[in-house]
Nanobody, 128 residues
Framework: QVQLVESGGGLVQPGGSLRLSCTGA????????IGWFRQAPGKDREGLAC????????YYSNSMKGRLIISRDNSKNTVYLQMNGLQSEDTAMYSC?????????????????????WGKGTLVTISS
């Protein structure tokens, strides 16, 4: 399984933006669909967005829809998650994940059993 490392988290003021990165360890990364997730303290993990491997099709959950843009640069083995209009309720640990067979509609629909390789996450804190 490809190993994933997230980066780009940090402290942001309400209304601000962040771009998170999910980088794969090797060039096989391009063959994997990648999902972005978050988990706030005391809450269930939530699937936010997913991008396919074949055609780069994107999928978004309703929770942050309109405030997220997922994209990938296979030359850099990286998937990005641009987050805009961040609010305090967006404070969470954000992680990326993949698996040998990923159905992106499952990811944004709250079904995660296909995800077998997870990064350690990057913490996003929204506070003034």
């Amino acid at each position: 399984q490809v190993q994933l490392v997230e980066s780009g988290g940090g402290l942001v003021q309400p209304g601000g933006s962040l771009r998170l990165s999910c980088t794969g360890a090797d060039s096989t990364f391009r063959f994997y669909a990648i999902g972005w997730f978050r988990q706030a303290p005391g809450k269930d993990r939530e699937g936010l967005a997913c991008i396919s491997s074949s055609d780069g099709r994107t999928y978004y959950s309703n929770s942050m829809k309109g405030r997220l843009i997922i994209s990938r640069d296979n030359s850099k083995n990286t998937v990005y998650l641009q987050m805009n209009g961040l609010q305090s309720e967006d404070t969470a640990m954000y992680s990326c994940a993949t698996g040998p067979v990923v159905t992106c509609s499952n990811v944004v629909g709250g079904i995660f059993h296909e995800m077998q390789s997870w990064g350690k996450g990057t913490l996003v804190t929204i506070s003034s």
